[in-house]
């Protein structure tokens, strides 16, 4: 899915992660690709994915406890702890689509269900500057 995104600031230390503002979240992205010379204030068609490079760790939300932040972030890291549904291979966090195959094999027995997964970072792949 394609998503109209603001780049809000770029990192001064690390190059290839920025702040950008996605469906009303606030998120620290890992630049995949991009084409185009991006600048700070901008708006971009993006797509996003995350990223998990070791285990896959899933627990099911407790739906008592109202889910505020659907993306939280783990300290100054790039990791995040996604809220979401899991609905077969697709995993929706507030207005934010995920693909997963691994998830839907591995963790049919939840599907339907408020899951959160933790991930070791979200990438971005700049299709192009949104001129409107």
């Given at each position: 899915?394609?998503?109209?995104?603001?780049?809000?600031?770029?990192?001064?230390?690390?190059?290839?992660?920025?702040?950008?503002?996605?469906?009303?979240?606030?998120?620290y992205?890992?630049?995949?690709?991009?084409?185009?010379?991006?600048e700070?204030?901008?708006?971009?068609?993006?797509?996003?994915?995350?990223?998990?490079?070791?285990?896959?760790?899933?627990?099911?939300?407790?739906?008592?406890?109202?889910?505020?932040?659907?993306?939280?972030?783990?300290?100054?890291?790039?990791?995040?702890?996604?809220?979401?549904?899991?609905?077969?291979?697709?995993?929706?966090?507030?207005?934010?689509?995920?693909?997963?195959?691994?998830?839907?094999?591995?963790?049919?027995?939840?599907?339907?269900?408020?899951?959160?997964?933790?991930?070791?970072?979200?990438?971005?792949?700049?299709?192009?500057?949104?001129?409107?």
């Open positions: 899915m394609i998503y109209s995104v603001k780049l809000k600031n770029l990192d001064k230390l690390c190059e290839n992660f920025a702040d950008f503002s996605i469906e009303n979240n606030d998120l992205c890992f630049i995949a690709y991009s084409k185009i010379s991006l700070e204030n901008r708006i971009y068609n993006v797509e996003i994915e995350y990223q998990i490079f070791n285990d896959y760790i899933v627990e099911e939300a407790n739906i008592d406890k109202p889910i505020i932040f659907p993306f939280e972030r783990i300290d100054d890291s790039p990791r995040y702890r996604i809220t979401g549904r899991l609905n077969g291979n697709s995993f929706k966090s507030g207005n934010i689509y995920f693909m997963d195959n691994y998830l839907q094999k591995e963790y049919s027995f939840l599907d339907g269900r408020l899951i959160t997964l933790t991930i070791d970072r979200l990438d971005i792949s700049i299709i192009s500057e949104d001129l409107l």
